[in-house]
């Protein structure tokens, strides 16, 4: 069964690579500063990569003691996203970024320091659930497909890396479009960011063939009918988000005449240069990016409050262990 269930995780890889669109790539060799790690761009990206899936497996093993672990992990994910904003902070994009397009991108270093807060509450409240599932004593018995009630170890790793780095991708985001053209690190930067917004295509596209594959579990009995409903439009909301946001972003830089990167090769624009992308870019940059706001608040708020106030265990232990 492990077997089994590597194999569908290594395939939700693979199909991220796939995703890019490697008939139109071109090795990079774009130059660094002197006594750095060449492609270190491309190695700090795939440290995230490896981390987010680490994390969600260990989130889901059988040892409670390795549960912990994993959700320790996910604290340090939080901590990590603060450390960043500090960094940018004394960085000085913040205080002089480049000149705004829209009204809205005043709002950014606003947007910025409060999703620096939550990272920093969410990384406090998650070592807490750590210190509590460290006592704990209970052995997850789960399979790798689908059940009847709850979702498989191979869903379930497959959600909560594609959660932490599509969360990880908004704040990463916010901070590349404010980014100078003549700052060094900004072509670095963004091969970081669209190396993970293709990771997240391709496990968006892994999941879907998963589900077909391995059916998912029906909506929990105790959820009253109104809640199925926001439940079932929450989710399919979030599975177009997943798709919506790094193809947008995909288009838009194409549109621009810029390239797009996966790792360190380089993907040339698949479209002619076109003042199209001001509406893509629209899109992408400020429809999307607070409708993620919106959606991803109103999933975790309703699955907090299904456990907590509603009292429906079995729903939240749908997909966590």
């Not at 270190?40 to 995230?48: D, K, V």
């Not at 270093?109 to 509450?121: D, E, F, K, N, S």
Request: with cysteine.
């Amino acid at each position: 069964m492990f077997v089994a269930e590597a194999r569908v995780l290594g395939l939700a890889l693979l199909g991220s690579v796939f995703a890019s669109q490697t008939a139109w790539a071109a090795e990079v060799s774009a130059p660094t500063p002197e006594g750095m790690l060449s492609h270190f761009e491309s190695w700090i990206a795939l440290a995230i990569v490896v981390f987010a899936f680490g994390a969600a497996w260990l989130l889901n093993h059988q040892a409670p003691k390795l549960r912990a672990t994993g959700t320790l992990l996910a604290a340090l994910g939080c901590f990590g996203v603060v450390w960043w904003f500090v960094g940018i902070l004394g960085s000085g994009v913040l205080d002089n970024p480049k000149p705004f397009q829209a009204p809205m991108d005043a709002l950014k270093p606003g947007i910025l320091w409060t999703q620096a807060i939550v990272a920093l509450l969410g990384g406090i409240t998650l070592l807490g659930v750590a210190n509590r599932q460290r006592k704990g004593t209970e052995v997850l018995e789960l399979s790798g497909a689908n059940e009847v009630d709850r979702y498989g170890r191979v869903s379930r790793v497959m959600h909560w890396a594609t959660a932490m780095l599509f969360i990880l991708m908004i704040p990463m985001g916010v901070f590349s479009s404010m980014i100078p053209e003549n700052v060094w690190y900004r072509t670095e930067y963004n091969i970081v960011h669209k190396t993970i917004g293709f990771i997240v295509l391709g496990l968006f596209a892994s999941r879907l063939l998963w589900n077909r594959k391995s059916k998912r579990p029906g909506l929990d009995p105790s959820l009253k009918p109104i809640e199925k409903r926001l439940a079932h439009g929450a989710h399919v909301a979030l599975y177009v988000l997943m798709f919506a946001v790094p193809f947008t972003g995909y288009v838009m830089t194409s549109l621009h005449g810029y390239p797009s990167f996966f790792f360190f090769i380089e993907l040339q624009p698949f479209l002619p240069e076109s003042e199209a992308y001001i509406v893509w870019g629209l899109f992408h940059k400020y429809i999307l990016q607070y409708l993620i706001y919106l959606i991803l608040g109103a999933h975790v708020l309703g699955a907090l409050k299904h456990h907590y106030i509603d009292k429906h265990q079995s729903a939240f232990k749908r997909m966590v262990s």
